[in-house]
């Protein structure tokens, strides 16, 4: 029996999409399973809609476009899953390039174990000019987080779901992370925590080039931070007790000790500092401070200027 899977796009201004589409339409295409290929549009106006339809009249994998304006990215996410009727769905970030055989392995790795959701790392490529400090410690790289040899959330950069598992029938990411980013962790911590599976495919590899504003310092501690705000929400949710407080406290002394000793450390001190900015985020999270804003119109605009 043929499954369906479709590769979902979610996309908000982005030129690096057509190198994204390009890739995906040299995949091998795994055995058993039908593909497309959906792109949401998060953009208040259409702005990828002529060249995903232009890209599409000759295309050897179906593709097509919807518009789920505007600016928030769990809209574009839940449009993904509302516009798709595929029991398979694999997510791939508009500024990310797959290897003809990305898919084989996600696919394998989910009959293998039978998990609910496979991942599969990022590795980050830099233009000339980057510091050799984020070279060496891949600091932009993506894996998944494991806790006691099991992996306790996801992200949606490299990920195959099997919407007929239980755990992720009508499940929707939420809006109101929509701009400030963590959608995604969330979304797959709740996986977790209802008994569903993450399993990790080493060899489903994508590349994602970082652009200049994402190659500083201070975009990364905004980073930290906000995932950090995200894991203290979700924990918050369920009731901080005085004790977590005290262990998170205890983490941002270390992390700030860590950086005076090892201040003549580059590699080691960055880390150290933007660690320390997880744990502040945290905090920061299970006080319910307000969560940075990372996506729509606005944070754009602020980029920009």
Not at 12 to 21: F, M, V
Not at 131 to 139: C, N, S
Not at 286 to 298: H, N, T, V
Request: with cysteine; charged share 20%.
């Amino acid at each position: 029996m043929t499954q369906t899977l479709e590769i979902c796009v979610c996309t908000y201004r982005r030129p690096q999409l057509a190198a994204t589409l390009t890739s995906l339409m040299g995949l091998e295409r795994p055995s058993g399973y039908a593909l497309s290929i959906l792109v949401v549009d998060n953009d208040d106006h259409p702005s990828a809609a002529e060249m995903v339809e232009t890209m599409a009249t000759d295309a050897p994998i179906p593709l097509r476009y919807v518009h789920c304006p505007e600016g928030n990215i769990s809209i574009a996410r839940n449009g993904a899953l509302a516009h798709s009727a595929s029991r398979f769905l694999a997510f791939i970030d508009d500024d990310e390039v797959a290897p003809a055989d990305w898919l084989l392995h996600l696919t394998r790795e989910m009959e293998k174990t039978g998990a609910d959701v496979v991942l599969g790392p990022v590795e980050a490529d830099y233009a000339d000019g980057a510091p050799d400090w984020m070279r060496r410690t891949r600091i932009h790289a993506t894996m998944p987080v494991w806790v006691d040899n099991r992996i306790i959330t996801g992200y949606t950069c490299n990920v195959l779901i099997d919407r007929q598992k239980p755990v992720l029938r009508d499940r929707l990411f939420d809006l109101s992370l929509g701009q400030t980013g963590g959608e995604d962790t969330a979304f797959f911590a709740k996986v977790v925590a209802e008994g569903g599976t993450i399993a990790f495919s080493p060899d489903a590899l994508l590349r994602e080039t970082i652009p200049p504003n994402r190659v500083s310092f201070k975009w990364l501690l905004r980073r930290r931070f906000r995932m950090g705000q995200t894991h203290g929400r979700l924990v918050a949710e369920n009731g901080a007790s005085f004790r977590l407080w005290t262990i998170t406290v205890g983490k941002v002394v270390y992390c700030a000790g860590a950086t005076v000793l090892q201040v003549f450390w580059q590699d080691r001190r960055n880390k150290a500092i933007l660690r320390g900015a997880l744990h502040l985020g945290a905090l920061s999270g299970l006080a319910g401070g307000r969560g940075l804003q990372q996506y729509g119109p606005e944070f754009t605009q602020r980029q920009s200027e």
